[in-house]
DNA sequence: AAGGTGACCGGCC
DNA sequence: TGGCCGGCCACCT
């Protein structure tokens, strides 16, 4: 878990472009990017893909959350509560790992695409 | 080369 | 009402 061929990486880069464009102070889902990619049904995929972002700095991973809005990657992250820290920073309201009215933030990709 | 895994989703019991 | 199961696709050992 360290190398990943930069020529089979292309899936990643999909996923990390749109993760990318989230916007500011909105969340997405798994499935919503899933879909943008044309693979709604490879969710598990995306995750993965964010497992691996987490070496680039450019992809805001805690905007990333399942369709139930629970940060369910924050066990992934550096801090315990880095994930929902960064995401009240950003306005977004947290609480008990799970983001509050995530309709409201929610953003989904494929009408901004 | 094959098997196992994963930050999920949706449906069914 | 809530928990269990299968599917899906790419990456890793």
């Given at each position: 878990m360290k190398k990943q061929s930069p020529e089979t990486d292309n899936f990643f880069e999909r996923v990390y472009e749109i993760a990318r464009q989230i916007p500011y102070g909105n969340v997405t889902s798994y499935g919503a990017i899933a879909k943008a990619l044309g693979?709604?049904?490879?969710a598990r995929m995306v995750g993965w893909a964010m497992n691996a972002s987490?070496?680039?700095?450019?992809?805001?991973?805690?905007r990333v959350v399942n369709r139930n809005g629970?940060?369910?990657?924050?066990?992934?992250?550096?801090?315990?509560?880095l994930m929902q820290q960064l995401l009240e920073n950003e306005g977004v309201k947290v609480v008990d790992n799970q983001i509050v009215d995530f309709e409201k933030f929610f953003w989904n990709p494929i009408v901004d695409l």
């Open positions: 693979a709604a049904r490879s987490h070496n680039l700095d450019d992809v805001p991973a805690h629970l940060l369910s990657g924050k066990h992934h992250f550096d801090g315990t509560n």
